[in-house]
């Protein structure tokens, strides 16, 4: 039977991109680990292997397990195209790498992850690619510097870990009328929150290792986009051999199915655990675009359907304060990770922004005190206690 191709995205979560590949009645797409795939017909197998027949010739190219994921994410989204990773890192990288020529420029924020701030800073200028990095709540600066002429504008929203917003639909704008591709990271928001293509993104980003996959048991990546260029970042990857194993996607479309269940009810408890929070003496400040309060609320409120799961604080007392307040919490993994059905927690310089420096860290706004809370499904009044108990050492030794 034909599923409805236009159904919700809690349907697509569950039933998107599998019916061809149900095997023998099954009703769960099976790990196909062959490395190769035979063929009777010399003619067959050449057509297939240059893409002008459906099939697969090689797993390093594709795989049927590894397909389904990236059609369930590419109906999500809303894409013509997706193609997947072994990693969210090497989904970035082999965008940057694919589409960039020596003597290109690109156009992005301050406030992107570590490792991705990395390669701007470091392997793209050794390949002679020019890159601007723009105060993040800097739009108009973002605009001219977009104006002067660029190929590519990158942008991470929210951003990780201080959880600033970007108008992707402003700034898209920008980028087309000098003909740059907007590339925008949405592994915060998902695409139940937040569709960067509607608003005019060329492609989007996931690392499918964080709220996709949901259960901090597959690393992947995945990018969708318009078809020309999906395919020419997949012949990049095709050739460098960056390759999500079948096993792991097998675990993220597990994970998938209860996306939007999850997400919903990150949503919500992020916002709780935001609102109570903003109104403790030992925090200084919290991050999360749900929250009225926040500098670009309004931007996140015009293009989110929920906030997302994820949000920080900084604490008075700066890293003294997170060394006593983060052991002290029962339920949270203090962790390098995010987007788990756990709640997972833990300060910028062991998570998004190890590979920094102290100072490279100030210099994009983030505190030492910070710490990045990435909520769980848990039950939000047993969250809320566990901040409360935590938070307690710290009004002591205010007192």
């Not at 949503?267 to 919290?286: F, G, H, T």
Request: net charge negative; hydrophobic share 40%; charged share 20%.
């Amino acid at each position: 039977m034909k599923r409805n191709i236009s159904a919700q995205l809690g349907t697509q979560s569950v039933w998107g991109g599998e019916e061809e590949y149900l095997m023998q009645r099954a009703t769960q797409v099976p790990v196909v680990h062959s490395v190769a795939y035979g063929y009777d017909d010399i003619d067959t197998w050449y057509e297939v292997a240059c893409g002008d027949k459906k099939g697969h010739t090689y797993s390093r190219n594709t795989n049927p397990t590894v397909e389904v994921f990236e059609e369930k994410v590419r109906l999500l989204e809303g894409a013509e195209a997706a193609t997947s990773f072994s990693t969210g890192m090497a989904a970035i990288s082999n965008i940057l790498f694919a589409l960039l020529s020596p003597g290109d420029r690109v156009v992005s924020i301050k406030d992107t992850y570590g490792a991705t701030n990395k390669i701007f800073l470091e392997s793209l200028p050794r390949f002679q690619v020019d890159v601007t990095l723009c105060e993040t709540q800097d739009h108009d600066q973002l605009e001219a510097e977009i104006a002067k002429g660029c190929q590519l504008v990158y942008l991470e929203t929210p951003t990780n870990p201080t959880l600033k917003v970007v108008d992707v639909e402003r700034l898209a704008q920008a980028a087309h009328r000098t003909g740059a591709v907007v590339v925008v990271d949405n592994t915060f928001a998902t695409p139940i929150n937040q569709t960067p293509l509607e608003q005019g993104a060329d492609l989007v980003i996931h690392s499918a290792t964080k709220f996709l996959g949901g259960h901090a048991d597959a690393l992947g990546g995945v990018i969708c986009g318009s078809r020309s260029l999906v395919q020419q970042i997949y012949r990049h990857r095709e050739i460098h051999g960056a390759t999500l194993h079948p096993s792991s996607a097998y675990f993220l479309l597990r994970g998938m199915k209860t996306l939007h269940l999850r997400v919903r009810q990150q949503n919500e408890s992020a916002m709780a655990v935001a609102r109570y929070l903003e109104e403790q003496p030992a925090v200084d400040s919290v991050f999360y675009p749900g929250l009225p309060t926040h500098v670009h609320h309004s931007i996140a409120a015009k293009q989110m359907k929920g906030f997302g799961g994820v949000l920080s604080f900084s604490l008075k007392g700066g890293m003294n304060a997170v060394r006593r307040l983060l052991p002290r919490l029962r339920y949270a993994h203090l962790a390098a990770n995010l987007g788990s059905v756990e709640t997972v927690a833990g300060p910028p310089r062991t998570t998004s922004h190890l590979e920094c420096s102290e100072q490279e860290r100030k210099a994009m706004g983030i505190p030492e005190g910070l710490i990045r809370y990435s909520v769980g499904v848990e039950d939000i009044s047993d969250l809320l206690s566990d901040l409360e108990q935590g938070l307690k050492v710290l009004e002591e030794k205010r007192v």
